[in-house]
């Protein structure tokens, strides 16, 4: 496979509405949950990591400092997901031949795992590679550059899930179990830190 470019897009424009306050902010283990997915990303696909922030954007960015190598600003954060989705695309899209969503409250993704996303993809444009959890095909995922139109064309609070299932015949998935964890509410982190000491 000839050298090929990856970049991870890291969503972190949410407003957190179930967690009550900016959750990317709050401690895990001594770090900011935001922190979590940037060493991830940075891990996996160092240099190339862009942040979409919306919701609180210069705390976030105060916060990412020297992790993120794109910044992207989301000016409709509010209308959801599927806005810094198509942000992140739009960025990205005459730098890299695939990108991996990332979503920055899934704190037990790990390099590695996004690793082997990257690793699995053959280098074909239509490819994509997702996480298999509970049964399911979910994020992170990897987009080769032939779905950055459609994910481009996202908007409100449709996620890529609606692109993973128009192209079902050209998803390839990677068993990893702990993307199930996701972070919604101040409990979630306080079982979380409880289940994995410090």
Same mark, same amino acid.
């Given at each position: 496979?000839?050298?090929?470019?990856?970049?991870?897009?890291?969503?972190?424009?949410?407003?957190?509405?179930?967690?009550?306050?900016?959750?990317?902010?709050?401690?895990?283990?001594?770090?900011?949950?935001?922190?979590?997915?940037?060493?991830?990303?940075?891990?996996?696909?160092?240099?190339?990591?862009? #942040? %979409?922030?919306?919701?609180?954007?210069? +705390?976030?960015?105060? /916060?990412?400092? $020297?992790?993120? @190598?794109? &910044?992207?600003?989301?000016?409709?954060?509010?209308?959801?997901?599927?806005?810094?989705?198509?942000?992140?695309?739009?960025?990205?899209?005459?730098?890299?031949?695939?990108?991996?969503?990332?979503?920055?409250?899934?704190? #037990? %993704?790990?390099?590695?795992?996004?690793? +082997?996303?990257?690793? /699995?993809?053959? $280098?074909?444009? @239509?490819? &994509?590679?997702?996480?298999?959890?509970?049964?399911?095909?979910?994020?992170?995922?990897?987009?080769?550059?032939?779905?950055?139109?459609?994910?481009?064309?996202?908007?409100?609070?449709?996620?890529?899930?609606?692109?993973? #299932?128009?192209?079902?015949?050209?998803?390839?998935?990677?068993?990893?179990?702990?993307?199930?964890?996701?972070?919604?509410?101040?409990?979630?982190?306080?079982?979380?830190?409880?289940?994995?000491?410090?």
């Amino acid at each position: 496979m000839t050298q090929t470019t990856v970049y991870a897009v890291v969503l972190a424009a949410g407003q957190s509405e179930r967690f009550g306050s900016a959750k990317l902010l709050a401690d895990l283990n001594g770090r900011p949950l935001l922190h979590h997915a940037l060493s991830a990303a940075q891990g996996a696909c160092p240099g190339s990591v862009c #942040l %979409v922030v919306g919701h609180r954007s210069d +705390e976030i960015l105060d /916060t990412a400092a $020297g992790l993120a @190598d794109l &910044i992207v600003m989301n000016e409709e954060y509010e209308s959801g997901i599927g806005s810094s989705i198509s942000r992140g695309v739009q960025a990205c899209h005459d730098r890299a031949d695939a990108i991996l969503v990332v979503l920055a409250d899934q704190p #037990l %993704v790990t390099a590695s795992h996004l690793s +082997e996303l990257v690793g /699995t993809w053959t $280098g074909d444009p @239509d490819e &994509i590679i997702a996480s298999r959890f509970a049964g399911i095909d979910g994020p992170p995922v990897l987009f080769a550059s032939g779905l950055f139109d459609q994910l481009g064309l996202l908007s409100g609070d449709v996620g890529a899930r609606q692109v993973l #299932l128009r192209n079902a015949h050209a998803v390839r998935a990677v068993e990893f179990e702990p993307a199930s964890v996701d972070i919604d509410t101040p409990a979630d982190i306080e079982e979380l830190a409880n289940r994995q000491p410090g």
